[in-house]
């Protein structure tokens, strides 16, 4: 089955261009089946890429997903259309009373400020807790992931010295969990960020799980059994020139930046980046939605009820 967009979203031209199966509303209307609700909660100020990406990772399973996109209620994004944002998106605010088998909460920049500066820090407080009630299960990307840890297990945000940025080496450090189903032992993940949570700090939170990590980058992806959420803080939804386009960005305003590890072959700008982590995004998001479907209630009505053992 495929996943059900907006026939005007940019991403159904861009998904149905590249081979993934994606439905109109009407069509969708037509099967008698109960589709995967999973919202976005895009915080990050290229809507439209970052729409592209989790659309393209979250539509290629066998069944059908309804997206929705939600944006924070107050916060104004200066960076997409005010007519795409109108169209496509609905505040939290009007969702509140809705019921979700997922929910994806995206990075922001604003690595650098304290969650408690952010303007919208107390709306996304709510929209934490909310999941525990309307959310079956939570994936929290990047600074959302961080933001969520922080939230729900006060593990705090380190700075770092220097920008983690490039591809990074990372290994399986729980072969038997089903999130990591047919994953490698070793393989590299893009990294982007300023920031990062100590492990030593993780582990001493109480029932946190560290699934994949980083020699050089650290803790990757957090289990979080009782909140029924996975937090990831890294960018296995970025597309083959997301880091390009970063490191373009940081040339030409005259930011000081390293070239991207093990991006470029032979760390050579020149050359065109080779993408050697897509396999394990489909793994990831597939495996993720494939334990929502395995363990949702078919009743809406009964999500957030379970509490702890998400098989139960």
Known sequence: MPIKLPAALPA????SNEGVMVLDEDTAARQDIRPLRIALLNLMPKKIQTENQFARLIGATPLQIELSLIRMSEHQTKNTAAAHMEEFYRPFSEVRDEKFDGLIITGAPIEHMPFE???YWDELKEVMDWTQTNVHMTFGVCWGGMAMI???HS???HILDAKAFGCFRHMNLAPQSPYLRGFSDEFVIPVSRWTEMKQAEIDTAVGLTTLLGSDEAGACLVEDTAHRAL????HFEYDSGTLKEEYDRDISSGTPINVPMNYYPGDD???QPQNRWRSHAHLLYGNWISEMYLTTPYDMDQIGQTVTDLRK
Do not use: E, G, W
């Not at 159904?12 to 998904?15: F, G, N, P």
């Not at 937090?231 to 890294?234: E, P, Q, R």
């Open 150 to 152: 922080n939230h729900f």
């Open 117 to 119: 500066d952010v303007t």
């Open 269 to 271: 700008p020149s050359q």
């Open 12 to 15: 159904y031209d861009v998904l």
């Open 155 to 157: 593990v705090r945000k």
């Open 231 to 234: 937090y990831i803080f890294n």
